[in-house]
């Protein structure tokens, strides 16, 4: 095999071929390991859930410490509290969509013996559009309730409270905003005891299934190897260079356009005078 005959692959047309090439496969490898990565958190999040809704209730102080945040080893740890609802007190989380339909979570600090306020996600209630405060919100069980629910940490953007209205839950943005001192994080309700007549759609745990993360990540590394072949085969198409017979190969022509000797029109010539 020729050395030299590889040369075209130093022309400036190769080689920004190959620059683009070896970028896009690079991207590829590193979008499939983003996604495997994901894969991993996505196993390690539900080993978690799987461990803590079979835990014994907590009392709040233990896995959600005031001015503080739940910890992710306790995330969707489940918590039980007893206090007084203050529904004046109300605060409206937006953008909530489930199932196309928008709507809203609804938050109501817990009052407890023990001091700190506990932040209740009592769950899900329908809205006109997407960012709407509903219109009608259930209201939450007078006196003394007994709370259980699951611990979840804060969010850590869209958090700030205009108005007790928010588009993520934070405490640390809450309690201010209600001049409460409240226990960090908040908690998804399961159950009040007694039981309101009327209750928001409960969130519930989230799915345990590993998404699909596994087959996108096989899928970007399946293109940063098909980039790799395409020019592998290019460039192996392009040292073969031109074959008789093929189309548009210099110096051929089809078949049907060629003309041998024998079968042009034979040449009169006139007798001179």
Not at 199 to 220: C, K, V
Request: charge should be negative; charged fraction near 25%; avoid cysteine.
């Amino acid at each position: 095999m020729d050395v030299g005959s590889f040369r075209f692959l130093l022309s400036r047309r190769w080689v920004l071929f190959l620059v683009v090439v070896v970028l896009l496969s690079w991207l590829a490898y590193a979008l499939g390991e983003w996604q495997f990565h994901r894969l991993d958190e996505r196993r390690e999040r539900n080993a978690v859930i799987e461990r803590n809704e079979v835990a014994p209730p907590a009392a709040p102080g233990e896995v959600m410490p005031v001015g503080g945040d739940v910890a992710a080893a306790d995330q969707w740890r489940r918590v039980e509290a007893t206090g007084t609802y203050v529904p004046e007190d109300t605060v409206i989380v937006r953008y909530r969509t489930r199932e196309g339909q928008a709507g809203a979570d609804v938050v109501v600090p817990l009052e407890t013996a023990d001091g700190p306020s506990l932040l209740v996600d009592r769950g899900w209630v329908p809205t006109a559009n997407s960012g709407a405060t509903p219109t009608e919100v259930p209201d939450p069980p007078t006196g003394e309730v007994t709370v259980v629910g699951w611990a979840r940490t804060d969010a850590t953007d869209s958090t700030t409270v205009t108005d007790q209205s928010t588009r993520a839950i934070a405490s640390s943005e809450i309690g201010p905003a209600l001049d409460r001192e409240v226990y960090g994080g908040f908690v998804d309700l399961e159950s009040e005891d007694p039981a309101p007549e009327v209750a928001p759609s409960q969130n519930g745990l989230p799915e345990l299934d590993e998404g699909p993360h596994f087959f996108y990540g096989l899928q970007w590394w399946f293109f940063g190897l098909l980039a790799i072949v395409g020019l592998v085969y290019l460039a192996y198409d392009e040292w073969r260079g031109p074959r008789p017979g093929r189309r548009g190969t210099k110096g051929s022509r089809p078949a049907a356009a060629r003309r041998t000797d024998d079968d042009r029109e034979p040449v009169t010539t006139r007798p001179s005078s």
